[in-house]
Each structure stands twice: as structure tokens, then as C-alpha cells.
């Protein structure tokens, strides 16, 4: 708490400006500008009375707001203590809120399928399950996220759930009107069906309640100014897959696959999907590409070799476009920890050889919004930088 005079009184100017250095923890934008300072009194003896609006009763970010507020308060010159008040804001302020934070667009509009979008979107694909395409998906965004760029996963894997747990995201969303405000876990905003399910219940739907769920996903959910969306996507060529080229037609699709020749076959059908929806295809990523061996270091070929270069080959004869091999991950029980852990081995264990293999391919997806390694991949470079 700064130390001044008793005769220095600080001036509610200064109190509003540091009101402005507070973030709302779920928005991610200043209180000042959202609206959520209800009053601010400073008294003759340095004690400033600070209310806030709370954005619902429930809000689960409670504690940290008033405790963020608290801090940045106190720092102000000749501030002696500082008490805070929560309030709630009414219908009408919330419903004003999210006009504003949607910036007078209409509801249920996807933003990344707007022409002026300028965030990259990845469909995160793969033929068949067990090939570690959400381990992938999960390891991708938090070093993406580690690297600067603001990222979002949507967990579009329906009935296999899992993005969350991985991630470490066991925040709940918080609605506000017809808005959702996703949790984040390690820097990436995430949203899941997970979250809206009683424990480990499954989600038992057809075709058309699927479409539904993934556009608000998209629309609903309040994801910011974001450089990188990954979806990770179901298995197969089914409804989600056909969703995704009807909800956002310019994501572009990134298949996982593991070196096994069957699981080759069945990733490149997968990918092939790409022809019939119009999409681009930026690359594949083989998965499980050998076992380093603990006493040696010899790589042991548990899944066979060769199957990420037979589905980029495959795929890049079926499309007529160059599909390159991203990269190749080997075998370390330290990624499958990560994951039962929700602490990413990218950032845990940036060094080893999976952590490694990721943050490479990372780079060269996260160049491409940077415009750094565009050029690499043969393409043109959005620069929002």
C-alpha cells in the first residue's frame, strides 16, 4: 500500500485509472470499459469505497475481481485502505453489455466465418479414435498460447469429450443474456459439452442437435479477438465435420494420424472430406512416430513408419494441393501424463521429445497468423500483427 502524507488525499482520477489496469477474469477486457464500476468514494482520511457490478449473482470469479480491484486500488498514492462492494448488474445492463461486446452484429452469427475475420481457424481431424488427435489438439494451443498468440479450442467431440481435463480447464462458463463466457485454463479459452453435463453423464443425440450445439459454440460463446481457434473434431467424416464446412467455410483442416499403415489409410480418407467441403488442408501431424528406448535411445517402431508421409502423399493427390507432414511425434509417457493431469508437457516439459516435436509444429501453425513462415507452407499470410 503506497505511504503518503496524512494531508494527501488521493484523487478519484487516479482511482478510476487504476480501475482501468483490472481485467474482468472471465471477459478479459477492463472493468472501466465494460461498465462494471457502479461508484468510486474516496474519503478526506485516503479510504476509497470501490462498487462493483457483478455480471450475474452466481458470478464464480467473485473473489478474484474484488481481490484485483483491491490490489490495484492500494497502489495508488495516498490510498490508506480500501473496501469493495459487489452489485449485480440489472437486465437491462447486461443485455447493453453483451450488445456491446458483439459489436452491434447480430445474434448467432459465426465471427470466424465473417470475410474480415482474421483468425485462423483449424479443424483438428482424424480417421478413427486412439491416434491422440485431442492430446495434439490440447498440446498445440497451450503453446501457441505460451508464444503470445491469444488461442481458443472448441471441444467438438461430442460424445468423446475430453479438451477440458487436458487442458486443466475446470472452470465452469458463465452466461450472460444469451451470451457464454468460456473458462480458460493455461492461457487458451475453452468450451466443451462437458461443461453443461452432470459427470461423466454421455451425450445421447442425433444429427441436427449436434449442428446446434457446435453453432453455439461459435456464435454464442464470447471468444474475444482471437489469432487461433482449433477445434477438435470427432473421428470420421460425420455430422460435426460437415457442420464445421457449413458454420465456418474457411477453417482448414490438420489430420492426425499414427505411422500404422491401416490408420494411414482410414486418416486419409478423413482428410479427402476436404475435396467434397471446399476446404484447405494445411498439413498433417503423425502421432505416435516411435518409441525412444530408455536404455539406448534407439527408436523403437511400435506403430510401423511412413504413415504420416502416405497420407500427406495420399491427400496431396487427391486435392491437386501440396499437403506437407507438419512434423512427427514420438512416444513419451510424459504427454499422456500431462493429460490425465491437465498440464500440457509443452509447458511442463518443453524440452522433451514430444514436448519438443509439438512446440515445433505449433510454430509453424502459429507463424502462419504471424505471418513469419507463411511463406514455408506455400501460404499467403493474414497479418493482424
Known amino acids: 500500500m503506497a505511504t503518503e502524507t496524512p494531508s494527501s488525499v488521493p484523487a478519484e482520477e487516479a482511482v478510476r485509472a487504476a480501475l482501468a489496469t483490472v481485467d474482468d477474469p472471465e471477459i478479459h477486457r477492463p472493468i472501466t470499459e465494460l461498465g462494471m464500476v457502479k461508484s468510486v468514494d474516496v474519503a478526506a482520511d485516503g479510504t476509497v469505497a470501490v462498487a462493483v457490478y457483478l455480471t450475474v449473482a452466481g458470478c464464480p470469479m467473485r473473489a478474484t475481481i474484488t481481490e484485483n480491484v483491491r490490489k490495484a486500488v492500494a497502489g495508488v498514492a495516498g490510498v490508506k485502505d480500501v473496501t469493495v462492494e459487489l452489485d449485480v448488474m440489472s437486465d437491462e445492463q447486461r ?70 481435463r487436458m487442458l486443466g480447464a475446470d472452470g ?26 452432470p459427470g461423466n453423464a454421455p451425450v445421447v443425440w442425433r444429427g441436427p442437435m449436434l449442428h446446434r450445439a457446435l453453432q453455439q459454440f461459435l ?105 506437407p507432414v507438419l512434423g512427427s511425434i514420438p512416444i513419451d509417457v510424459r504427454l499422456r501424463e500431462g493429460g490425465d493431469e491437465g498440464r500440457p508437457v509443452v509447458l511442463t516439459d518443453p524440452e522433451s521429445p514430444a514436448g519438443s516435436a509439438l512446440r515445433a509444429i505449433a510454430g509453424k501453425l502459429g507463424g502462419r497468423q504471424r505471418g513469419l513462415s507463411g511463406m514455408s507452407l506455400g501460404i499467403t499470410p493474414r497479418n493482424k500483427f
Open 219 to 323: 456464435a454464442d460463446v464470447y471468444w474475444g479477438d482471437l489469432d487461433v481457434l482449433l477445434l477438435d473434431l470427432p473421428p470420421g467424416t460425420g455430422d460435426i465435420a460437415i457442420s464445421v464446412a457449413q458454420l465456418v467455410p474457411n477453417a482448414e483442416i490438420l489430420v492426425v494420424t499414427t505411422p500404422q499403415q491401416a490408420a494411414a489409410e482410414v486418416a486419409e480418407r478423413a482428410g479427402a472430406i476436404a475435396v467434397q467441403t471446399h476446404q484447405k488442408i494445411v498439413g498433417v501431424v503423425e502421432n505416435m512416430s516411435g518409441l525412444p528406448c530408455p536404455h539406448c535411445g534407439e527408436m523403437v517402431d511400435v506403430f510401423g513408419t511412413g504413415g504420416g508421409q502416405l497420407v500427406a502423399d495420399g491427400l496431396t493427390r487427391t486435392t491437386g494441393a501440396t499437403v
Open 172 to 197: 465452469r462458463p458463465t452466461q450472460v443474456e444469451n451470451m457464454i463466457m468460456p473458462p480458460s485454463a493455461n492461457g487458451v479459452k475453452v468450451i466443451s459439452i462437458g461443461m453443461f453435463t
Open 95 to 164: 443485455r447493453e453489455l453483451a450488445a456491446s461486446l458483439r459489436g452491434g452484429t447480430a445474434e448467432r452469427e459465426v465471427p470466424f466465418a465473417k470475410p474480415g475475420s482474421l483468425t485462423r481457424v483449424y479443424a483438428v481431424a482424424s480417421g478413427k479414435g486412439g491416434v491422440g488427435k485431442s492430446s495434439v489438439t490440447v498440446n498445440l494451443a497451450a503453446a501457441m498460447a505460451a508464444d503470445g498468440l491469444k488461442v481458443g479450442v472448441v471441444d467438438a467431440d461430442i460424445y468423446g469429450h475430453s479438451v477440458p
